[in-house]
Nanobody, 123 residues
Framework: QVQLVESGGGSVQAGGSLRLSCAASGDTYRTDCMAWFRQTPEKEREGVAFMSRRGFTNYADFVKGRFTISRDNAKNTLDLQMNNLELADTGIYYC?????????????????WGQGTQVTVSS
């Protein structure tokens, strides 16, 4: 099994920045693809970005240019640097993982999920 634990959520004003982290443990060979998803009050759960173990990335259009995903394969960690946060970015952010990455983060449902961390953006 795979365990994913998120950290780094919190509250920030619009235009500010937050950095989320995810630590994977257990059968980490199953985490070639790691990703961030979010659940906002207005939308169903949606993919934010993913990164393969080899560094292939894909971002949702609504975060391009604002969010940056990165990972440390040796430490089995995944980060999400979120800049220029908007009110619409408020939600619960989930770390997720699977053996393989799809072409696009949209419409993908990974096999393994963390518990989520709350991000609140205020005006």
């Amino acid at each position: 099994q795979v365990q994913l634990v998120e950290s780094g959520g919190g509250s920030v004003q619009a235009g500010g920045s937050l950095r989320l982290s995810c630590a994977a443990s257990g059968d980490t060979y199953r985490t070639d693809c790691m990703a961030w998803f979010r659940q906002t009050p207005e939308k169903e759960r949606e993919g934010v970005a993913f990164m393969s173990r080899r560094g292939f990335t894909n971002y949702a259009d609504f975060v391009k240019g604002r969010f940056t995903i990165s990972r440390d394969n040796a430490k089995n960690t995944l980060d999400l640097q979120m800049n220029n946060l908007e009110l619409a970015d408020t939600g619960i952010y989930y770390c997720a993982a699977d053996r393989f990455c799809p072409m696009y983060v949209g419409g993908w449902t990974p096999s393994y999920w963390g518990q989520g961390t709350q991000v609140t953006v205020s005006s």
